[in-house]
């Protein structure tokens, strides 16, 4: 089979120097030919071995159309090596995907290209979902549908088979203005240059296909099939400077509806437009774009131009399908089996919540050595227009709890505090807060009004609850510009506050009320067991000449059972419009911990890179976003975890002695010195935003 491909590799130098004259291709000999599944295009390890087995036996010959099929391409020139097509065509294993490329291309070059992507076809992940509602809401159930292409007949249910996503680009003139009264779907459609469709297809992993489909223009002039050509002919030329095999792979992932989709009064109509359930969508919502994700669910596709740049790029549409390969990812990597789920929050709209979660008891917590937190952010009906607008910080944090269910004293007189020529303190109560490792800290209740005096009434005062405290920042996320997201972290370290298991009490901010759930997984991954003690170190400030003013070297004892020893930091930087630079969130301000003599340093690679966020999407940085998603900050993307930094120390903290930790923040190795703005444009200072500790797990 090596031979059958180095022979289609060869004839396309002789076919590239001038194009041959088209020829028909036997389709319709075969018609009758088993159906074909569509492989997964991922580039094959260069390694891999094809043995004689996979080839048809010798001694019964091709098969009869496969001969004609093969025969029609001897005008190719004498290199083309028909007997190696043949074989091709009847191997078991590329069979289907060479006779694709047989009744699909009749131009030399286009054949050459998509027999040498030819790969055998990957068992399907998925079986096709006939269960869907047929009517189109997002993050359901895509139902089945057809559409004529150039290469024939495209059948979802045929094709479908987890492996691949699918992302659907529409144009029509004069549906959608901007603000500045520009053609949007012409922007993005004619607008499109060579450049930005060859990011498209750069950017884009192997497993997605590509449908563009034409309206009607608003003036009910029927320009559809005019667009499809307009794109393919562009789409051409830069399959044209690909290499053959990358050529054939994306031939076969790039359709061109040959029918056009229904818009605004223009009724269904099987022998003009696109039917069912497709039809009836673009019928009612004229979509510009929207996806299928490998799941067989309908999404939607964000804003497709970045601050700066109003004008939309097809480019972006690919880190839809990045994001799709994300979630199956995730899916893989945190399956349900063998895992402890305790949900603290289902599907719940909030902005906040202060939970009180029922704990395994110690001895079963003692068996787990992970935590993980899942966090999903969505909007409602899963539509991006009911999302938020900003990007603000969400965490969640361990807290103490009350010993008494119900505070007593809520009515209870008292005296309030009094502010005038003498200040009359407030009367408090003394009270018992239980911490999340069980144990009791006394706190106290303070006297408040609980009705403000006013007009001579003396008002109503009584104690305040048991003025419990927050105890520890566990997981951080940055929420998203108008769209949903679900983050699963690594938060380990918690299972310190956790580990005794019992009643914990969780604070949650989202920031925003999404629906929101909220799960901690607990397994046990071979770590060794959770933190003995979590030693807190130096928290961050305002950015600024004496941010390091306020840090002096500290000193953690390291007891001699000590087993390992971790230097944890958890770092972003925030701020914008009141120094030139907006160093602390646009800056790559390092962080410089020295321990025992030895510097660990954490940067913000991404920073400065107007695409440095959308790098991340493979991590799990939600794409296209309602805003400035896409710049590379410091230490935090829009529609993302913070991520936390872990340094293994134990080399330089020797057990049973004192290891002496210091901290400086820095821009290019200086102190920062910011250049002030305008105060009158508003904004916010430059804002370090960190916490910092040292693990010890015996």
Request: charge should be negative.
């Amino acid at each position: 089979m090596r031979r059958l491909l180095a022979g289609l590799c060869l004839v396309l130098s002789t076919c590239g120097e001038s194009k041959p004259p088209a020829v028909a291709t036997a389709g319709s000999d075969l018609s009758s030919a088993a159906e074909v599944t569509v492989a997964d295009t991922e580039q094959p390890d260069s390694g891999s071995e094809v043995t004689n087995e996979t080839v048809a036996d010798a001694a019964t010959g091709p098969s009869p159309a496969c001969v004609q099929a093969c025969g029609n391409f001897a005008v190719c020139g004498e290199a083309f090596a028909v007997t190696d097509c043949e074989k091709g065509c009847d191997d078991a294993a590329l069979g289907p995907a060479v006779k694709e490329c047989l009744q699909n291309y009749s131009d030399c070059e286009e054949f050459i290209a998509c027999a040498t992507a030819a790969e055998p076809a990957k068992p399907a992940l998925r079986d096709f979902d006939f269960g869907a509602k047929n009517t189109f809401a997002w993050k359901e159930l895509a139902g089945d549908f057809a559409i004529p292409t150039d290469k024939g007949e495209w059948i979802f249910s045929q094709q479908y088979d987890g492996h691949s996503s699918y992302v659907f680009v529409f144009m029509g003139r004069g549906w959608y203005k901007t603000q500045d009264g520009k053609d949007y779907l012409d922007m993005l459609w004619y607008g499109a240059t060579k450049n930005d469709l060859k990011q498209m297809l750069d950017w884009s992993p192997a497993n997605v296909h590509y449908f563009f489909i034409g309206y009607k223009d608003s003036d009910t002039k029927d320009d559809s099939a005019a667009h499809i050509k307009a794109m393919r002919d562009k789409l051409n030329i830069v399959l044209g400077g690909m290499a053959p095999k990358l050529r054939g792979q994306w031939m076969k992932r790039l359709h061109y509806a040959t029918m056009r989709a229904p818009g605004p009064n223009d009724p269904l109509k099987d022998k003009e437009t696109l039917g069912g359930w497709l039809g009836a969508y673009t019928t009612k919502s004229l979509p510009g774009s929207f996806s299928i994700d490998r799941y067989q669910k309908l999404r939607q596709i964000g804003l497709l131009s970045i601050v700066g740049n109003p004008k939309p790029l097809l480019q972006h549409v690919a880190w839809e399908a990045r994001y799709f390969n994300f979630e199956w990812k995730q899916a893989a990597d945190y399956p349900e089996k063998d895992v402890k789920i305790l949900t603290l929050l289902e599907a719940k709209p909030t902005g906040g919540e202060t939970i009180d979660l029922q704990l395994p008891d110690k001895a079963e917590m003692a068996k787990y050595d992970t935590l993980e937190i899942d966090l999903s952010q969505q909007c409602k009906n899963h539509d991006q227009k009911n999302c938020f607008e900003w990007d603000y910080k969400s965490d969640l944090r361990v807290a103490e709890r009350p010993l008494e269910p119900v505070n007593a004293d809520a009515d209870k007189a008292c005296q309030p505090a009094v502010q005038a020529t003498v200040t009359i303190a407030a009367d408090t109560l003394p009270c018992t807060c239980i911490t999340p490792r069980q144990d009791q800290v006394q706190r106290k209740k303070v006297c408040e009004y609980k009705v403000v005096p006013k007009d001579g009434d003396p008002g109503k005062t009584g104690f305040s609850a048991c003025q419990c405290q927050s105890v520890a920042r566990i997981q951080r996320w940055i929420t998203t510009y108008h769209r949903e997201g679900r983050w699963i972290t690594d938060a380990s370290r918690a299972l310190y506050y956790l580990n005794q298991g019992g009643t914990v009490r969780l604070q949650f901010n989202g920031a925003y009320p999404y629906t929101t759930t909220l799960k901690f997984r607990l397994l046990s991954k071979g770590k060794g067991g959770a933190p003995s003690q979590i030693v807190p170190l130096f928290e961050g400030g305002g950015f600024g000449e004496k941010y390091n003013d306020k840090y002096q070297p500290k000193q953690v004892e390291i007891p001699a059972t000590a087993k390992r020893v971790e230097l944890v930091l958890d770092v972003s930087g925030h701020g914008f419009g009141k120094d030139t630079a907006n160093c602390a969130e646009f800056c790559n301000h390092t962080h410089h911990f020295t321990v025992n003599g030895k510097e660990y340093v954490r940067a913000q690679p991404y920073v400065g890179d107007n695409y440095g966020c959308a790098k991340q999407i493979d991590f799990g940085v939600v794409p296209n976003q309602f805003g400035t998603w896409t710049l590379g900050r410091g230490g935090w993307c829009p529609g993302y975890e913070v991520p936390v930094t872990t340094w293994d120390i134990s080399g330089q903290a020797p057990v049973g002695k004192a290891v002496t930790i210091s901290y400086k923040g820095m821009l290019a190795e200086k102190p920062y010195k910011p250049v002030p703005f305008d105060a009158a444009s508003g904004g916010f200072g430059g804002d370090i935003d960190m916490a910092s500790w040292v693990l010890i797990y015996e």
